[in-house]
């Protein structure tokens, strides 16, 4: 029985040493979304450091509605997290639940709205989409690379 938990105490000092998951790299780039006169924006660095950080705002014409700075990187126990802070507010922190070559989810069950934020790449556009945990209320974007 000893030997058991000194082998649980070894796999759980390994696990603790483990980095977190590579931020999207897929997701570099400026991206905008236009239906009629509303646009919507995103901006993603390259990851550097263990950190990829983002922005983001959207209005209608010329009028702004809203803005975000937004990080991705490991939180305090290591785990890949999006770090949001709308209009500036101190940031929430979503946990990554799911990560793929193109494709990556991030969750916090105790957030009012959104619950879960994902995002993906289909071919040479960057879609986004926020919901409640199981996909309710959902509310989606599809980024072209600015400039197209």
Do not use: C
């Not at 977190?20 to 550097?48: F, L, Q, S, V």
């Not at 709308?86 to 940031?91: C, E, Q, S, T, V």
């Amino acid at each position: 029985m000893q030997y058991f938990g000194l082998m649980t105490a070894a796999v759980l000092l390994v696990a603790a040493d483990v980095p977190a998951p590579p931020a999207p790299n897929w997701m570099a780039g400026a991206w905008i979304e236009r239906k009629d006169d509303r646009w919507a924006e995103e901006y993603w660095t390259a990851a550097r450091g263990g950190m990829q950080m983002g922005s983001s705002r959207s209005g209608t014409g010329a009028r702004l509605e809203s803005w975000e700075f937004a990080r991705i990187a490991p939180d305090r126990d290591g785990r890949l997290a999006y770090f949001a802070s709308p209009l500036g507010k101190a940031p929430t922190v979503f946990r990554m639940t799911r990560q793929d070559a193109l494709s990556i989810s991030f969750e916090n069950a105790a957030h009012d709205y959104p619950k879960r934020i994902r995002y993906w790449r289909e071919g040479r556009l960057l879609k986004a989409e926020i919901s409640g945990a199981d996909g309710a209320n959902a509310k989606a974007w599809t980024y072209r690379p600015m400039g197209e």
